[in-house]
């Protein structure tokens, strides 16, 4: 049988630093993004520096799951006349003091939507060498000898579609080859239900 918590005699423990352990718990994290840091005020609790943004703290609340039945309720009250109609949140929704932040944050996020996928350099490789050799007859790929990985046709045709998306790795394969940069190939698809065809 355990002993209960309460009931077991208390230890200092020397080995905590109760000064940092103090910051850590009271401490509501570093902010990394730079324009994002200048606009918090460290005086303002965080509820009240994400409602004067525009931004929310808990999404339940701002887009909460819609009650049907309590919706239902009050269009029959109103229309029965029990009850007059109010005015909507989104009409008595104060206007953020510090609103341009949204804007600027979803500028931000439209800049960084680039993709940053790259392919590693040995499947580049692999990948190039069984377009020198078979361009995209991809069921003649399937039967090489260098298929260690036992690809099957259409796990080729996804790679090579995924290594012709990247066009930072694939116009170096063009230009390696004297191919036309940012034009398609003309190479004809071989037994394959592509469509492209």
């Given amino acids: 049988m355990k002993i209960r918590r ?11 630093n109760r000064k940092t352990l103090n910051k850590t718990r009271s401490s509501t994290g570093k902010i990394k993004d730079p324009a994002f840091k200048k606009l918090w005020e460290d005086r303002k609790r965080p509820g009240t520096n994400f409602s004067e ?19 239902r309720l009050k269009i029959t009250k109103i229309v029965n006349g029990f ?26 996020a439209k800049q960084k939507a680039e993709s ?9 490789s692999h990948l190039s060498y069984f377009l020198d050799k078979y361009k995209f007859n991809y069921k ?3 039967t090489d000898r260098r ?7 259409k796990q080729f045709r996804m790679k ?7 066009k930072e790795q694939f116009n170096v394969y063009l230009e390696k080859r ?19 065809q």
Avoid at 83 to 103: A, F, I, Q, W, Y
């Fill in 6 to 16: 309460n009931h077991r005699q208390k230890r200092y423990r020397y080995n905590v």
């Fill in 140 to 142: 003649a790929m399937v």
């Fill in 147 to 153: 298929n260690h990985d036992q690809w099957t046709w």
């Fill in 53 to 71: 943004m525009g931004l929310c703290v808990d999404p339940n609340k701002t887009v909460p799951i819609p009650n049907f039945k309590n919706d």
């Fill in 83 to 108: 009850e007059e109609e109010e005015l909507t949140e989104e009409d008595t929704k104060p206007v953020p003091k510090r609103g341009h932040v949204v804007s600027e944050m979803e500028e931000m």
């Fill in 178 to 196: 004297n191919l036309p940069v940012d034009k398609d190939l003309d190479w004809e698809e071989y037994d394959s239900d592509s469509e492209w």
């Fill in 160 to 166: 090579i579609k995924q290594f012709m998306n990247v």
């Fill in 116 to 124: 940053k996928f790259r392919l590693p350099k040995g499947v580049v």
